[in-house]
């Protein structure tokens, strides 16, 4: 199985930039996601590495480094419409399922 | 319109009453599955299925049971509600294969609260 953790709560300035770690420990590793999830709404993805680096997406990036069992998503030029909470999330190679952590909370002020 | 729908979306009902929560999806997606979330503990697997023939247990599955109906068609019920069960539940949705594509697709939610 897999152990995921990442911070539980951030807050930043609007225009500024967040960055959000996660580590997990796996068993077996086939893939990181990250979802954005704002209050009493569903999870909608936000970005997927399985190779090591970065992936740029816009405003959004994600990073990944498995040696390291290491993620971190960075939101840039933060605008108050990215207060939500942001999951990371892990699938394991043998069934395809994913693990989440449990989630930070960003809060962007203005 | 969604792609993926629950019913119903709000239910508030009484410790020992059997309960269904219900999941739709018009993406022709073969895997589905339900989650729970509760505060501080993210979202956690209750059973997923890979078609409409193959029905597995997640993490915390006791106290639940599931029905796949179809492709299209997957249901959660509680045979008896106790109100830890009280949380809101995802059904979420994929296309299976392993790649980026096998992106999982969340419903809007049902908030189950059990007096």
């Known amino acids: 199985g897999q152990n995921i953790d990442q911070p539980t709560e951030m807050t930043a300035t609007e225009g500024a930039i967040v960055q959000i770690n996660c580590t997990y420990q796996?068993?077996?590793?086939?893939?990181l996601f990250w979802y954005q999830q704002h209050a009493g709404e569903a999870p909608t993805f936000l970005s997927y590495?399985?190779?090591?680096g970065l992936e740029e997406k816009g405003r959004f990036s994600s990073f990944l480094s498995r040696s390291k069992g290491y993620s971190y998503l960075l939101l840039k030029e933060l605008q108050m419409k990215d207060s939500a909470s942001y999951l990371c999330?892990?699938?394991?190679?043998?069934?395809?399922?994913?693990?989440f952590g449990a989630g930070t909370t960003v809060t962007v002020r203005a | 319109d969604a792609d993926v729908t629950q019913t119903p979306r709000n239910r508030i009902t009484k410790t020992g009453k059997r309960i269904m929560l219900e999941c739709s999806q018009t993406?022709?997606?073969?895997?589905m599955y339900w989650y729970r979330q509760d505060p501080g503990l993210g979202l956690r697997l209750i059973y997923y299925?890979?078609?409409?023939?193959?029905?597995n247990k997640g993490e915390i599955s006791d106290g639940y049971s599931v029905s796949r109906q179809a492709q299209a068609k997957f249901s959660l019920s509680l045979e008896s509600a106790i109100p830890n069960q009280t949380a809101l539940y995802f059904c979420?949705?994929?296309?299976?294969?392993?790649?980026?594509?096998?992106?999982?697709?969340f419903g809007p939610g049902t908030r189950l609260t059990v007096l």
């Open positions: 979420a949705t994929s296309v299976g294969g392993g790649a980026v594509t096998d992106t999982q697709y």
């Open positions: 796996t068993s077996g590793f086939n893939g």
């Open positions: 590495n399985v190779l090591d």
């Open positions: 999330a892990v699938r394991d190679t043998n069934d395809y399922k994913l693990s």
């Open positions: 993406k022709g997606h073969d895997r």
């Open positions: 299925s890979f078609d409409v023939k193959d029905i």
